[in-house]
């Protein structure tokens, strides 16, 4: 089958200029890319044709020849031994990686970072890390909130050169090596290779005389104090971020984030549970049985009564109303529960033994739990002998 014409295939005039091949070139390649056309069974014989044409064309030497004799300028009749070595039917070694290269920086040049020159050189400094710091509050920092100043040590940018890195503050100038990009790339068969640029290790600049303040990095090493407002209701876990305090950026980058991660200490009379607190309270057996009041601290600093019910048993829960925690930004307050644990006497008199004694025989039907209890018992032991 006879080859196509190459300004055909093309599809521009014969006398179309190197920027206008280059141009429609890269339409038809993009076009026509397999990877773009799997379900074109024609696509990578019409990819590899259109690359064969831009071959010749883009060439004056190759583009004269073919201008004169057309197809029979490569042909093995015409001996043009300079034309045919670079041409893909020649007798020479195909040069289609170089033409693919360009079609392979219109797909996938954003994804691998784009083109880049002299006068493309981008800043390639980068931002700082951010940093984590644990801090330790107590139930009532907790409960009121509270403002704190930290001592964090991180990385501050550089006084001397203002954050660039280089003495003076001199701007830093463009890689030779990768002009700028970062990347160097490399030819490898069919595929163009990108590498870190082994001169700038990717920065895409160099710094001829770096600060002698932070050995060129922008940046260095200090401990800085800071002051952190802790809101109400906080609970461990809680995680405060400050934009912008964590560590500096390098060359002048962006700085991180600072977390502050919270962790709230035990209390020696209050158990937590999310906004609600829990309180024990002993109380007297005398107390319990009789019914009476007894004085429990709120985490405010206050004092509230409860009024404990003639015949309270341990276990049994009071609830004083909003005398819990804040709930973080503004949910409310939470509740407390007493609970009451009713106090066995120990290291009692004879006079007083004697007296529970007295008091045991008078009380043999005042113990409701106790006499059901071993009701239920001697159920079970007639059961099992049955």
């Known amino acids: 089958m006879a080859k196509r014409d190459f300004y055909e295939v093309l599809g521009v005039s014969k006398g179309a200029s190197a920027e206008d091949l280059k141009k429609a070139y890269r339409t038809k390649a993009k076009e026509l890319h397999p990877d773009r056309n799997s379900d074109n069974p024609n696509a990578e014989a019409q990819f590899k044709e259109v690359n064969e044409a831009y071959e010749v064309l883009k060439d004056a030497d190759k583009k004269a ?58 800043s390639r400094a980068q931002r700082g890390s951010d940093l984590r710091y644990n801090m330790r509050v107590s139930l009532e920092e907790a409960f009121k909130g509270v403002q704190k100043t930290i001592s964090v040590p991180t990385s501050q940018a550089c006084e001397t050169c203002r954050g660039t890195g280089a003495e003076g503050g001199a701007e830093p100038t463009t890689c030779p090596t990768c002009s700028g990009m970062g990347k160097v790339r490399a030819q490898q068969g069919f595929f163009t290779v990108e590498r870190t640029c082994p001169t700038c290790n990717g920065m895409g600049q160099i710094i001829k005389n770096p600060c002698r303040a932070c050995g060129g990095q922008g940046r260095i090493e200090k401990e800085r104090a800071l002051s952190v407002n802790i809101p109400a209701g906080v609970e461990t876990g809680t995680r405060i971020r400050l934009a912008g305090e964590g560590e500096a950026g390098l060359r002048g980058g962006p700085a991180g984030d600072l977390y502050i991660f919270i962790e709230v200490k035990e209390h020696p009379i209050f158990q937590r549970d999310g906004a609600h607190l829990f309180c024990r309270v002993p109380v007297s057996m005398i107390t319990a049985a009789m019914g009476g009041e007894v004085e429990v601290p709120t985490i405010d600093g206050g004092r509230s009564r409860v ?16 005398k819990g925690m804040p709930a973080l930004r503004g949910g409310g307050v939470g509740d407390m529960l007493i609970e009451l644990a009713v106090e066995t006497p120990v290291n009692l008199t004879s006079r007083q033994k004697e007296l529970l004694r007295e008091f045991e025989k008078l009380s043999e039907e005042n113990n409701p739990e106790g006499s059901s209890f071993f009701s239920k018992v001697k159920g079970f032991w007639d059961s099992m002998k049955s």
């Open 65 to 122: 020849a073919y201008d004169r004799f057309g197809h029979a300028a490569f042909d093995g009749g015409m001996g043009g031994g300079g034309a045919r070595a670079g041409y893909p039917g020649g007798g020479g070694n195909p040069d289609f990686a170089s033409a693919f290269s360009d079609v392979f920086e219109d797909l996938f040049g954003d994804f691998m970072g784009g083109r880049g020159g002299a006068g493309q050189a981008r």
């Open 307 to 322: 009024k404990v019910p003639a015949g309270a048993q341990s276990g049994k829960q009071m609830r004083l109303r909003a």
